[in-house]
């Protein structure tokens, strides 16, 4: 990772490797979360109303997998704070330019993850 990749960047990039890699893991824990939810609903013949709680698991795995990508902690954007130290060790947005651009770029992500995590539930739902 190049040092700029590893700086607060105002409605670009809030966390830094250690969150990175929790959001990964979020990810994984959601996907394979998803992966056994979808398996007990195909495998049971619920009904398509009870197949709709596949988006949970999915979206969990989605908004992990893009904070990861994007290197953009939705909470932290929302709640102006950023991390490049440890895990959960956090710091306050001053600047309130800088906050309202993580708060729109949060949006966004949030906006980017959705689209996954609905064509996710949408595959459960039709099969």
């Not at 990861?68 to 932290?76: G, Q, V, W």
């Not at 440890?86 to 906006?111: E, Q, T």
Request: hydrophobic content about 50%.
């Amino acid at each position: 990772m190049s040092n700029s990749e590893n700086q607060y960047q105002a409605g670009a990039c809030n966390i830094g490797p250690s969150e990175i890699h929790r959001r990964y893991q979020v990810a994984i824990v959601g996907g394979t979360i998803y992966l056994i939810l979808s398996f007990l609903l195909l495998s049971s013949n619920e009904t398509s109303l009870i197949r709709l709680t596949a988006f949970i698991p999915a979206m969990i795995t989605s908004v992990g997998y893009v904070q990861a990508r994007r290197r953009f902690c939705l909470a932290y954007g929302f709640a102006g704070l950023v991390n490049f130290g440890r895990a959960g060790d956090v710091s306050k947005i001053a600047d309130p330019v800088a906050l309202a651009a993580d708060r729109a770029y949060a949006f966004k992500v949030l906006f980017i993850a959705l689209i996954p995590a609905l064509l996710m539930t949408g595959v459960i739902y039709f099969l």
